[in-house]
């Protein structure tokens, strides 16, 4: 079965730094990935998916995330943080050999501090 | 679009009642909507899965007596919890998938979460 390792429960970060969070997954023929975020108390955003194509995938809120297939990784990535971005983060798959269920990670809260 | 949404958004209730969360798709049918638990700074786990018209399928472990799943139509999935007890206490979330997609895959679409507190 498909599991996805985010190694980082926690990054802070200063403001206007670049970040980095890291995800990792299980080796399979096939998968999609998914990164989301979620604010306080609310559900979970789609900040952007892999499904085929370019590695390189662009989301919303300026995050960025590179399909690695030798490394099994799909980490985000953003050049500037701000305040507004500190959220929890948690990475998805989908193992289309699988029943399509969606498999998180554990999560990486980002704190972005002035 | 492409809007979820859930009833209560938070709700407090004595040890021993029941409580029912109802999960809609406001402007798209949903053949299957989830239902997720999160704990405290933990992730989602996935709890059962809903298709219209149909039983749910639950994931191993979750006790379908005790949190009773309804899908009556393709916009609405209900979640109750039975003789609700502090242990059942938790964030509750729901997502919907889209009907047609062009991928092998529908994308699914999260409802903002109830938080359930038995006292």
């Known amino acids: 079965a498909q599991s996805v390792t985010q190694l980082d429960s926690q990054v802070p970060v200063f403001e206007e730094a670049p970040v980095e969070l890291r995800c990792n997954y299980s080796?399979?023929?096939?998968?999609?990935l998914f990164w989301y975020v979620q604010y306080p108390n609310q559900g979970l955003q789609l900040l952007l998916k892999y499904l085929s194509g370019s590695t390189l995938v662009k989301g919303i809120n300026g995050f960025e995330a590179e399909f690695n297939k030798s490394q099994t990784s799909f980490h985000l990535r953003k050049p500037s943080v701000h305040i507004s971005d500190t959220a929890e983060y948690f990475c998805a798959v989908i193992d289309p050999d699988s029943s399509y269920k969606l498999i998180f990670g554990s999560g990486t809260r980002l704190l972005v501090r002035p | 679009g492409a809007v979820v949404s859930q009833h209560p958004s938070r709700v407090i209730c004595k040890s021993g009642t029941s409580v029912k969360i109802e999960c809609r798709s406001l402007?798209?049918?949903?053949?299957?909507m989830f239902w997720y638990r999160q704990f405290p700074k933990k992730s989602l786990m996935l709890m059962a899965t809903?298709?219209?018209?149909?039983?749910?399928?639950?994931e191993q472990g979750v006790e379908k007596d005790k949190f009773l799943i309804n899908h009556a139509s393709l916009t609405l999935s209900t979640l109750t919890v039975t003789s609700a007890h502090p242990e059942d206490s938790s964030f509750y979330i729901c997502?919907?998938?889209?009907?047609?997609?062009?991928?092998?895959?529908?994308?699914?679409?999260f409802g903002p979460g109830t938080r359930l507190t038995v006292l």
């Open positions: 997502s919907a998938n889209i009907l047609a997609g062009g991928h092998p895959y529908n994308e699914q679409f």
């Open positions: 809903s298709n219209e018209g149909s039983k749910a399928t639950y």
């Open positions: 402007d798209f049918q949903a053949t299957t």
């Open positions: 080796s399979s023929v096939s998968v999609y």
